[in-house]
Each structure stands twice: as structure tokens, then as C-alpha cells.
């Protein structure tokens, strides 16, 4: 096309109506990259994100499309463009380019089982270049990458960029590597009464040989706390009131996966019992109490005995229909003479009687199975030591995964109600297996039970009545088996139970069959 036929072009195209301007387009005589930064990004990098090109046919649409390739790349903070055309229609574009902030350093934090200099390897985005979104990205995946294929499933890793007063940034990845740390040592300071042998055992935390294959031996913060307990109650126990675990010490070692454990420890002197009393108490005579305290004079102060003790109240008490029945040990030290004087301070409450036995909880089972394992009804004093009775009973039949007793105040003077909530747990089982021997030959076995079975009930599909039943079936090319058996442990609604066993056995041998 020589100049003069796109000249007349241009002219009719300019003064035609309802003819599109990009019909008789010009070509590209130039295309120019300004960029308003200290750092230049070289034409040949900033061409391969552009498809217009010096010689073509100007074209909107894809100068619309370059913008965006440009944009896209995450390197440029502002992209502008202007495109202007000569009196012949050519045209010259000029890319107006903001390339993002200049990064000053690139900092890792948090990382200790790698060196930063294995981790800045793994990462595309450089200092002294300009900021790149995309390639910040793509350094954190790269960084979440690599410790996951290490094995450190839980790894984070979060990136974050601050603005810095020259105008360049900083990035900043901030690691949590969530390492499983494991005990490489226990040890303890401090203890002369008890040999850091038996302190060892008495704790959790421990070294574990077989650590380096096996998530055993973990160090656990909540753990350390149980373990302070653990050891204050066996010095509670001999005695060493003032007893205080000062500071437990975590040392990482070279290897941040393994920590050395010290258990810094002041054990104090023990003490003796002074005087023991029992205040609060009217209904029972102190020296039938007396009789059966743990806590005596003279002995080493035992806290698991006056625990012990404080549960033998309750028993007495609590059989009397005291439910609301509280006993509170208030102990005085002498640190002079080192001896601790004993209080059983003691609220009786009412007697209570049982109102209502409430059953709450079965869908499957008839409420009769589950009150016949009560002893406690209307009418009878409330004796808590009977109600903890009944729940075992009531659990020992193997079909609740948990029993909850509690007693509830009834509106009604000097009475409660029992409520006995069960969770039920599955019941019916099916086993099918299947073996082969050189005697028997090829078994096969299906067995079907049912450990809360109704023989009288098939509205409910025989299923609530506490019954039992099982039924297993053998068959080979040698032998072959069937077995019934049943159970009802309350024949009649009494205390009989009641166990009937049918049996089918066969064997084939060469000459003759056993049945």
C-alpha cells in the first residue's frame, strides 16, 4: 500500500458514517517503553509480554490484550498506554511503565530445622529486583513445598512485604515449622529423697529408643504440666508439704527436633500428722468415724490417705441418705516442728429419699431391663454408695458404652429423683472368615450374635429384652458344625438365669461319617 492510497484511505474513512475506525487501521511504525523507575527492565523482557509489533497492522484489541499480559505478570505497580497516529494513520505506541518497588533484602524467620541459605534456594523472587506479586506467590508454595516433602505436614509459611523510607521493600517469610520435637534427656536438680530413677518413672516425658522411626518419646508442653502434678502428688504423699517444682528447662540441641528436659526442684522438709478432728458431724459418733480415718497422729502427712479418707466419710454418710453430703480437709502446718494438723470439716445436708427412678436414653432397650439392675426404688433412703453400685451393674451387661447416674431435686421436701442415662452401643455383630488346612481341608464360617436379644418381641425385630443369642455356622469339605446358644438372665422376672445350648456336629472320614 503506497502513501498516497493510504492517504485518500484515511481521508474517506475519516469522514464516513458508520464506518469503524480499525477498518483502515494503520501499521506500527514504533513501539517505545518508558519506565519511571532506577531499575530497567531490559525491551527484549518487556517484548515478550507484548504481541504488537513494529510492521504490523495497528490493532485495539490487542494492545487491550498487552495490557494485561503486562499486568499480569505482577511486576509493574501501574501500566499505562497511549497510542498516537500521523497524518498518514500509522501509529506509535508508547508503554508507560511503573515497575514495582525495588526489594531490599529478603529475610526468613522462624526456621530451625533448615538453614535460611537451603530455603532462600528454594525461591524465584531476588533481592535487588523489583517486587514481583506472582513470584512472591509462587516463593511461599515453593517454601510450603519443600517442607511437606521433608514430612513436616503442619509446616506454615506466611510472606509479608514492608514499605521501607527510600522507597524499596523488604520481604519477610515467617516460618512455623510445628517441628515434632522428641526428649533426648530427662533429668532432675534439686531431689535428695527420691533417685531421678524413680522420678522418671513416675513422669511421662521420657526418651524413646525407637523415636527416630516412631512418633514416640514426643515432647509435649501439656504433658510437662500433667507431669508437674504427677510428681507433686507423690511428694504430697510423703509427706513434703512445701514441696515446688521451680522451673523446668527446654534446651534445644544442635538438632531442633530434640530437646534435653531438667526439672529444676525444691522438695522442702516432710511433716508428721499433728492432731487430727472431725468437726460438723451430729449424726454418727466421732469414734466410730475415728475408727475408720487412714490419717493418723504421729504418721507421715499423706495426701492419698486423706483422699481416701474423705471417700470413707462420703460411703458413711452417703448411706444414710446424706446425697448433699461435703467434707472438706483443712490442714494447719507447723513449720517450726514441721508437723500439719488435720480438720474433716464436714456439712452433713438432709437425708434425702428417692421420689422417682427416671430412665432416659434407650431406643432399643425395654426400661424393665435396665430398672431390674437398680436395687435403690420409691420410697427407699437415697444411699449414693447403692447408686454407684447399680450403674456398674448396669454397665457390666455390655450393651451401653456409658451409664450417667445423677440425682436431681424433686420440688418435694427431703426428696430426689434418680436419673439413669444410658447410651447405647451396638449389639448385633456378623462375622464371616473363611480358612484352609491340610486336615480340614477348605471352612467357611459365618456367626451372627445378638447381646441384647427379645425372643417375645418380633414387632421390635427381637431386639431389648437384655437375652442373649448366638448362632454359628462351619462348613468344609471335612467338617462341618452348627451351634445355638441363648441366654436369659431373668427367667420368670427373677434372679435365674436361665442358659439352653443346641448343637449340630459332622465329620467325614474316608470309610464312615460322624454325626
Not at 504427677?230 to 512445701?242: F, V
Not at 451396638?426 to 436379644?453: H, P
Request: glycine share 6%.
Amino acid at each position: 500500500m503506497n502513501k498516497v492510497f493510504k492517504q485518500a484511505a484515511y481521508a474517506v474513512a475519516a469522514g464516513a458514517i458508520g464506518f469503524s475506525h480499525s477498518a483502515f487501521a494503520g501499521d506500527i511504525t514504533n513501539i517505545v517503553f518508558q519506565q519511571d523507575s532506577s531499575y530497567k527492565f531490559s525491551e527484549d523482557q518487556l517484548l515478550f509480554n507484548v504481541q504488537s509489533r513494529k510492521g504490523q497492522e495497528f490493532n485495539k484489541g490487542v494492545l487491550d490484550q498487552d495490557v494485561k499480559r503486562l499486568s499480569s505478570t505482577g511486576a509493574f505497580s501501574d501500566i499505562k498506554v497511549n497510542s498516537e497516529t500521523d497524518e498518514i494513520g500509522d501509529v506509535t505506541i508508547t508503554f508507560i511503565i511503573s515497575p514495582q518497588p525495588i526489594i531490599s533484602k529478603i529475610q526468613i524467620n522462624g526456621n530451625k530445622k533448615f538453614e535460611t541459605k537451603k530455603l532462600l534456594e528454594q525461591i524465584s523472587i531476588l533481592a535487588h529486583n523489583p517486587i514481583n506479586d506472582k513470584e512472591l506467590s509462587e516463593s511461599a508454595n515453593a517454601l510450603r513445598h519443600f517442607y511437606k516433602k521433608a514430612g513436616y505436614q503442619d509446616a506454615t509459611v506466611v510472606s509479608d512485604v514492608t514499605a521501607n523510607e527510600d522507597g524499596t521493600v523488604d520481604v519477610i517469610f515467617e516460618v512455623k515449622e510445628r517441628l515434632k520435637q522428641k526428649v533426648n534427656s530427662v533429668s532432675f536438680i534439686g531431689n535428695e529423697r527420691f533417685s531421678s530413677w524413680r522420678l522418671k518413672h513416675k513422669i511421662e516425658t521420657s526418651y524413646s529408643f525407637f523415636s527416630f522411626m516412631l512418633d514416640t518419646g514426643l515432647f509435649s508442653r501439656s504433658e510437662i504440666e500433667r507431669d508437674k502434678q504427677r510428681l507433686k502428688g507423690l511428694y504430697l504423699s510423703n509427706g513434703y508439704l512445701d514441696f515446688e517444682i521451680k522451673e523446668v528447662k527446654v534446651a534445644e540441641l544442635e538438632d531442633p527436633e530434640f530437646v534435653d528436659v531438667v526439672f529444676v526442684i525444691e522438695e522442702g522438709k516432710p511433716y508428721s500428722v499433728g492432731t487430727v478432728i472431725i468437726t460438723g458431724n451430729d449424726k454418727i459418733p466421732n469414734e466410730v468415724l475415728f475408727d475408720g480415718l487412714r490419717v493418723k497422729q504421729g504418721n507421715v502427712a499423706d495426701h492419698n490417705l486423706e483422699r481416701r479418707d474423705i471417700a470413707f466419710l462420703d460411703r458413711k454418710f452417703g448411706a444414710l441418705g446424706y446425697s448433699d453430703f461435703r467434707c472438706e480437709p483443712v490442714k494447719t502446718p507447723d513449720f517450726s516442728t514441721h508437723t500439719v494438723d488435720v480438720e474433716y470439716r464436714i456439712v452433713q445436708g438432709d437425708i434425702y429419699k428417692v421420689r422417682n427412678v427416671n430412665i432416659t436414653g434407650n431406643k432399643v432397650t425395654k426400661d424393665h431391663v435396665i430398672r431390674r439392675e437398680i436395687n435403690l426404688a420409691p420410697g427407699d433412703v437415697l444411699n449414693a454408695s447403692q447408686l454407684k453400685l447399680d450403674r456398674s451393674r448396669i454397665m457390666g451387661l455390655g450393651n451401653y458404652s456409658d451409664v450417667d447416674v445423677v440425682t436431681m431435686r424433686s420440688g418435694e421436701a427431703q426428696q430426689k429423683d434418680v436419673n439413669v442415662a444410658v447410651k447405647e452401643r451396638k449389639t448385633m455383630n456378623l462375622k464371616i472368615g473363611a480358612g484352609y488346612s491340610d486336615s480340614e481341608s477348605a471352612m467357611g464360617m459365618v456367626e451372627f450374635s445378638e447381646t441384647n436379644f427379645d425372643i417375645s418381641d418380633p414387632s421390635n425385630y427381637f431386639r431389648g429384652g437384655g437375652q442373649a443369642l448366638r448362632l454359628r455356622a462351619m462348613a468344609g469339605g471335612k467338617r462341618s458344625n452348627l451351634t445355638l446358644d441363648f441366654t436369659e438372665p431373668y427367667l420368670f422376672d427373677k434372679k435365674l438365669g436361665l442358659n439352653l445350648k443346641a448343637y449340630h456336629d459332622a465329620a467325614y472320614y474316608s470309610n464312615w461319617d460322624e454325626t
